[in-house]
């Protein structure tokens, strides 16, 4: 059972457009809710969180959107630039449930 | 600079060998985590620790055993591997419910 459903699996925006990936996750206790970003060769590492008290957080051109009563979180790549070419996580946990990550989406920004 | 290193970038093995993969981390975290990155799959928790010497299974243990002597070590067996084992490994660690560091990663193949 996949606990954090992530789309589209991959995605190509072209330089200066907007990049959205969405997830969709199953545990309501969930009250943590990372992005990870993974250059090829690389591990991943924490590019923005969320916690549910609030619907939105932005950090310079990233923005998480967060709908608690849809169960659903998105990030959004403002003027979207060939260095955030990456694959992108969504994932989630709790104090019970370590983190449960989704699929990946890889993303190409084209020049 | 927080560190978990992992302590090969690229493994090639037999069918039947029995593989060890090393992480260390610098950061006193007492979580630590392996994981296994397929296309398509996302990361999927193999086992993690929260303490020397303690281990749980995660959602695909099989095949796969652990061990955590020392705090900042945490070592992933695999007792006889198989090619269905060939894939990118990834170690990580946090201090709990937080951000979660990430190794480089070792690719193994098992031919």
């Known amino acids: 059972q996949q606990q954090v459903k992530q789309s589209p699996q991959s995605l190509i925006v072209q330089k200066g457009g907007i990049s959205i990936i969405n997830c969709a996750y199953e545990?309501?206790?969930?009250?943590?809710f990372p992005w990870y970003q993974q250059f090829p060769g690389k591990g991943p590492a924490l590019l923005i969180a969320?916690?549910?008290?609030?619907s939105e957080k932005k950090e310079g051109r990233f923005t998480i959107s967060f709908n608690k009563s849809a169960k659903q979180f998105s990030l959004h790549i403002m003027d979207s630039q060939p260095g955030d070419s990456a694959t992108y996580f969504c994932?989630?946990?709790?104090?019970?449930?370590?983190?449960?990550f989704g699929q990946g989406t890889r993303l190409t920004i084209n020049p | 600079d927080v560190k978990v290193t992992q302590s090969s970038r690229y493994l090639v093995k037999r069918t039947g060998e029995k593989v060890f993969l090393e992480c260390v981390q610098d950061?006193?975290?007492?979580?630590m985590f392996w994981y296994r990155q397929d296309p398509g799959l996302g990361l999927r928790l193999i086992y993690f620790?929260?303490?020397?010497?303690?281990?749980e299974k995660g959602d695909i243990p099989e095949g796969y055993s652990v061990s955590r002597e020392k705090k900042e070590r945490f070592s992933l067996i695999l007792e006889s591997a198989s090619t269905n084992q060939t894939s990118m490994y990834l170690c990580?660690?946090?201090?709990?419910?937080?951000?979660?560091?990430f190794g480089q990663g070792t690719r193994l193949t098992v031919v």
């Open positions: 994932a989630a946990s709790s104090l019970a449930q370590k983190l449960v």
């Open positions: 545990n309501t206790a969930f009250d943590y």
């Open positions: 969320i916690r549910p008290d609030v």
């Open positions: 950061m006193d975290h007492e979580n």
């Open positions: 620790s929260y303490d020397v010497k303690m281990k």
């Open positions: 990580a660690s946090d201090r709990g419910h937080t951000e979660a560091f």
